[in-house]
């Protein structure tokens, strides 16, 4: 599977995740995108940071396979909003 990663930055400069999306030539199913997603998730969990809590969200668009891995969520800055 060919997979474009874009890497997530600190205020410090530091690492903090990354966008990892799949490239497919054709449109993809729900089902064919659940398990792109999947194999991008144990990817990420396996390869790109093993043996480290992570927080993972999904594309919310149907067609698009794609994940934002974040690591170390705790240590990035909050900032407090209202909506």
Partial sequence: MRVIKHTLYDQNGQ???VVLSA???AS???SQ???LENQ????AFQTLYPNQGLNI???MYSDTPSIVVLKDIN???NIPIVI
């Fill in 15 to 17: 690492e903090t995740g």
């Fill in 23 to 25: 490239i497919f030539n």
């Fill in 33 to 35: 995108k659940f398990a």
């Fill in 75 to 77: 240590g990035l800055n």
């Fill in 57 to 59: 969200y999904r594309n």
């Fill in 28 to 30: 993809v199913t729900l």
């Fill in 40 to 43: 991008l998730i144990n990817y």
